[in-house]
């Protein structure tokens, strides 16, 4: 094997691994719901600062696993680097009752959840979406 | 089992600070999971055991004081343990509870005496309708919406181990009643509204101020949409036995990078004497991370605090100095020194720490 088809073999490897954005993220909802979102909206409901559709229905908001590069992409694209306080704010919200959101470990089961969950919200990699879900933002890179 | 949960609990904290910088280290993913009949029941290290799909949720604090108290002994408490149990029906019924078991353990370190008078109380408890995020409804006992402090005034979710002093003589820090409350959303920024009263006696009174027999309040919001900043306005009519107390309110909050600002007003007068006031304070919080990562969750805190009850007492001045450590999301550690120009029984004065375990 050559030392080049062993570093794409290692980049592979890696990327399935640690579930590296090799495009944009976008945000995704489930193909029927028809909304765009903006930033600062995104935020808001990933801080469940906003908690329903203007349907009606409860947002059901998924999170990448915080070890994942998705996720620490998305913290910086969504809050930036002011992520000091977070821990803080998620405290305050336990003790009124209000949980962070659910954490799903890749792509594929972001992209299964919020295909199956008219009410689910997720983000993923651009390169990974289909017909079966909606993209209503992109993230900047 | 809750010793081993804490044990485990730290370790999963060590590992958090390997997570990569951005990442919002909210204690969302499971330490352990189970399956069962009503789905997975998940751990998660200081945000409680979710059971299933019951919607049900058991988690809470606890608190160990250390105080020195100018011219006292030295105090160790274990103050408390709080459960805290919210409970989602469907998308739009849920429960609430916080029971705390209080008075559990008290060592004086000048006589060597350890007392114990344990108490159970229904801090809070009620039920919620959801309509939309413009419009829900709460029936029961919950903190009385009244400015910052008091929304969320238990020891592990503020920046010192002590309260600005007017929490303790202005305002019931609980309401028996119902609220009408939600949020709008006016061009990118946060309208919240709260409107409530209390027409029940309340359950398990605290014991200052002395509890009312009914009020009639309400407050407004308005901020960024991700809370860099916001102003509040509160108002209350409180009555007990024909006498009625008036508060008006106003409170501001600024966060930029690494420094985070709070500050409120609060002015109370009417017929009943013992709540007549007007009080100020304001807090700042420094992140000492922003500075180098060896200080990652470290804050430093100050506050001033300016009290004038009325009548013939004195005003009081009031400063606190102070730190508070985060090193996993779930375990605050405070310590912190008050000085103020007079000591009341509700101004202490001199060294306050403690240590919040979120479980």
């Not at chain 2, 309340?202 to 407050?219: A, K, M």
């Not at chain 2, 901020?223 to 024909?242: K, R």
């Not at chain 2, 966060?255 to 700042?284: C, M």
């Amino acid at each position: 094997m050559s030392a080049r088809a062993a570093l794409v073999g290692v980049a592979l490897a890696v990327s399935l691994a640690g579930g590296a954005v090799a495009g944009e993220l976008v945000v995704i909802v489930h193909p029927d719901r028809d909304v765009s979102l903006s930033e600062s909206e995104v935020a808001q409901i990933y801080l469940k600062k906003r908690s329903f559709w203007t349907s009606g229905e409860r947002i059901v908001p998924v999170n990448r696993d915080s070890g994942s590069v998705a996720r620490a992409a998305f913290a910086e694209a969504v809050f930036g680097n002011d992520t000091g306080l977070l821990p803080v704010y998620w405290n305050r919200q336990y003790f009124r009752g209000v949980l962070p959101p659910a954490t799903l470990a890749s792509d594929e089961a972001v992209m299964r959840f919020v295909a199956s969950e008219p009410r689910a919200i997720g983000y993923v990699d651009s390169e990974r979406v289909d017909a079966t879900v909606r993209v209503v933002h992109r993230l900047p890179d | 089992m809750s010793v081993l949960a804490l044990v485990l609990a730290l370790c999963s904290g060590a590992a958090a600070q390997q997570f990569p910088a951005g990442a919002a280290l909210a204690g969302d993913e499971p330490l352990f999971s189970v399956e069962s009949p009503i789905g997975s029941i998940d751990y998660l290290a200081g945000r409680g055991l979710r059971l299933g799909r019951s919607g049900l949720t058991i988690g809470g604090f606890s608190t160990v004081e250390v105080e020195l108290e100018q011219g006292e002994h030295g105090v160790i408490d274990l103050d408390s343990i709080n459960f805290l149990t919210p409970w989602r029906f469907t998308d739009s019924i849920s429960f609430f509870a916080e029971i705390e078991i209080g008075g559990l353990l008290s060592y004086d370190t000048g006589t060597g005496k350890v007392e114990s008078d344990v108490e159970v109380a229904l801090e809070r408890i009620y039920g919620e309708y959801n309509y939309d995020d413009r419009l829900n409804a709460r029936l029961g006992k919950f903190l009385t919406p009244v400015g910052i402090w008091n929304t969320v005034p238990a020891e592990p979710f503020t920046w010192t181990a002590t309260n600005p002093v007017f929490l303790e003589t202005a305002l019931s820090e609980h309401t028996t009643g119902a609220a009408l409350f939600g949020s709008f959303y006016p061009g990118e920024n946060t309208l919240d509204y709260w409107l409530y009263g209390q027409f029940f006696d309340e359950i398990y009174p605290s014991e200052d101020p002395e509890p009312i027999n009914s009020s009639v309040g309400g407050r407004l919001r308005y901020g960024a949409p991700l809370g860099d900043w916001a102003v509040g306005s509160s108002f209350m009519a409180a009555e007990l036995a024909g006498d009625w107390s008036f508060l008006g309110g106003l409170d501001g909050y600024w966060k930029l990078g690494p420094v985070e600002l709070q500050s409120e007003f609060t002015i109370v007068g009417g017929a009943l004497p013992d709540r007549n006031q007007w009080d100020v304070y304001l807090q700042g919080v420094y992140e000492l991370g922003s500075l180098t990562h060896y200080l990652r969750g470290l804050y430093l805190v100050g506050r001033y605090e300016h009290n004038d009850p009325s009548g013939s007492i004195e005003t009081t001045n009031i400063g606190d100095v102070g730190l508070t450590w985060i090193p996993t999301h779930f375990v605050i550690i405070k310590a912190g020194y008050r000085f103020s120009d007079r000591q009341t029984e509700e101004v202490r004065r001199g060294f306050f720490s403690s240590i919040s375990v979120l479980f």
